[in-house]
């Protein structure tokens, strides 16, 4: 997830490099989202978002939180990561730019292959 912060208007806007379905036991099923910093979507908020988020995407987001990224469930080395939550707005970005520039792909590319490895 790559995000462009505007800081007069409190929105983000955001292009989703990669999502993928997460489960685990403490937190059910999960949509995660994140190359550059690791996004959250709870169980209980999955059919609110789950039309809304979609891999490649440039979305305009409103209202979510920023918690500390702790614990051995770590899918970047960003320090924070984005929770969603019902209050959250979801909407098209129309203004982002349409290429994500290379440098934020370099490290997704090595968990990727990371994870395939290791999910064999």
Do not use: C
Not at 30 to 58: C, P, Y
Not at 65 to 90: C, E, M, W
């Amino acid at each position: 997830m790559a995000i462009v912060q505007a800081p007069k208007n409190r929105v983000s806007f955001i292009r989703i490099l990669h999502l993928w379905r997460n489960y685990n036991k403490d937190s059910g099923n999960t949509i995660e989202m994140g190359t550059r910093i690791h996004a959250s979507v709870g169980e209980q908020l999955i059919k609110q978002f789950e039309g809304k988020l979609t891999e490649g995407d440039a979305k305009v987001v409103e209202l979510f939180k920023l918690y500390d990224a702790i614990g051995d469930y770590r899918t970047t080395a960003h320090p924070y990561k984005i929770s969603f939550f019902q209050t959250n707005f979801v909407g098209t970005a129309d203004e982002f730019p349409s290429e994500v520039p290379e440098k934020y792909f370099a490290d997704a590319r090595l968990r990727i292959k990371y994870f395939d490895y290791f999910d064999d």
